[in-house]
Nanobody
Framework: QVQLVESGGGLVQAGGSLRLSCAVSGSIFSINDMGWYRQAPGKQRELVAAISSGAATNYVDSVKGRFTISRDNAKKTVYLQMNSLKPEDTAVYYC???????????????WGQGTQVTVSS
C-alpha cells in the first residue's frame, strides 16, 4: 500500500514563506514525476509545480520566481519552498506522484490527503 503524507502547511502573512514536504512510503518499485497541486474554494485543482525523475521542473506562471520544487530520491520526498506568499496562494495543496509498485506494473497516480495553506493580507 502506497501512502503520500504531506506536512508544512499553515497560516502565514503575505510576504512570508512556508515549506511543504511530501513523503512517500509503502511498497514502491519506482517513482517518476512528482508534483504539487492546489485547489482554492470554488476553483478547479491546478498544477502548481512538477519535477521529473531527472529533476526537470516546471511551474504555473503565477508562482514562477517565488516557489521552488525539489526532491530527495533517497528519502522518497518532494518539497515545495514557497516564498513571497500572496493571499491568492491560499488553497489546499496536494502532493502527487506517479509510482510503479512492481516491475511489471505501469505507473499510476497517487495523491496525498492535502494540507491547508492560508495567506493573510
Amino acid at each position: 500500500q502506497v501512502q503520500l503524507v504531506e506536512s508544512g502547511g499553515g497560516l502565514v502573512q503575505a510576504g512570508g514563506s512556508l515549506r511543504l514536504s511530501c513523503a512517500v512510503s509503502g511498497s514502491i518499485f519506482s517513482i517518476n514525476d512528482m508534483g504539487w497541486y492546489r485547489q482554492a474554494p470554488g476553483k478547479q485543482r491546478e498544477l502548481v509545480a512538477a519535477i521529473s525523475s531527472g529533476a526537470a521542473t516546471n511551474y504555473v506562471d503565477s508562482v514562477k520566481g517565488r516557489f521552488t520544487i525539489s526532491r530527495d530520491n533517497a528519502k522518497k520526498t518532494v518539497y515545495l519552498q514557497m516564498n513571497s506568499l500572496k493571499p491568492e496562494d491560499t488553497a489546499v495543496y496536494y502532493c502527487n506522484a506517479r509510482i510503479k509498485t512492481t516491475p511489471l506494473r505501469g505507473f499510476y497516480d497517487y495523491w496525498g490527503q492535502g494540507t491547508q495553506v492560508t495567506v493573510s493580507s
